[in-house]
């Protein structure tokens, strides 16, 4: 039985602000990651058309991920940082994985359902089958290990019956042309060409909620501005946000059994531990019997020394255009080097003459 080597991939859309939500399910753990592993992250340009088709600023938007990324420190040379669209590949496997995906699978996706909302009629094609581009970003370099947030979950679980069912109806294929290895899910062993993907979604803060709602998740479509916290905000507007986010009356409890009942609470907890580092439980047994007046002076402290760096550096980043580009377009071609190396395959194991 042989494993598939380690590789880390993500991707960001390129709509609209960053927020903490973001920062903290998914481009903090990216960072995290690069040590000891091979990571490849990518601003998923073509996944920004299935909501909303026009974009006045593509570019821009394109370029601020860039920056944000390299701003929280993810090396470029080491790893590759590139635009889904300048590798032609992800559509092409997004097309036979458009074969290979189910109607009623899609039908399941909550995520089109919520996108989508009432008027689902009026939906684009491609936000419908958004979930199965977002297979082939990651299977184009047979990637293993995917850092999301929690909303993800149910996209990565798709990825999974898509490149399990490939195996499958192709098996013979893939011994023929000898592009396989041998790997077992679950009990079961499989003739493999793509991983089971795994997904990475632990930590304090795996979904980081509204500071308005503490049951609705912190969104770039919220229409309160005081629901986020933004990657681009001033350290006058975080203190501003944290303080006026909503709490119940009573102080922080001991343990992680209190915050049971009380979702503000415990976002604004997990928010804390995410970006110090550190456990729910840990900051319990620090702020425990503390009143809110104690912790958000403390939490807008942690969040302005930890986040404004970060800001710092995406905004001088940001004033240097062309060496956004200039990574992006090394990143790229080094992503399609790898990904032309599987579509050889996949179009050799299909039988397509090449
Ligand atoms: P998106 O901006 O939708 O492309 O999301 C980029 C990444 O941020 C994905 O890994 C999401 O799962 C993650 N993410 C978005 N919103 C949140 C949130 N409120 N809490 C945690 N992770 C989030
Ligand atoms: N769907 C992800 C999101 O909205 C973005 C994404 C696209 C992605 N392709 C991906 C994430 C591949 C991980 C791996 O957040």
Known sequence: MGEFRPLVFSGVQPTGNLHLG????AIRKFVALQDGNDCIYCVVDMHALTAQLVHEDMPGQIRSIAAAFLAAG????KHIVFNQSAVPQHA?????????ARIGWMNRMTQFKDKAGKDRENASLGLYAYPSLMAADILVYRATHVPVGDDQKQHLELARDIAMKFNMDFADHIRRTGTGIDITVGEEPVHAYFPMVEPLIE???PRVMSLRDGTKKMSKSDASDLSRINLMDDEDAIAKKIRKAKTDPEGLPGDIAGLAGRPEADNLVGI???LADRTKPEILSEFGGQQFSVFKPALIELAIATLAPVTGEMRRLMAD???????????????????????????DIIGFLQ
């Open 22 to 25: 973001n920062y903290l399910g």
């Open 74 to 77: 993810i090396d470029p040379v």
């Open 92 to 100: 092409e496997l997004a097309w036979i994985f458009n074969c290979v």
């Open 203 to 205: 930590g304090p803060a």
């Open 272 to 274: 804390y531990a995410a």
């Open 321 to 347: 255009p062309g060496h956004i580009d200039a990574v992006l377009r090394d990143g790229s071609a080094r992503a399609r080097e790898r990904a032309e190396k599987t579509m050889k395959e996949v179009r």
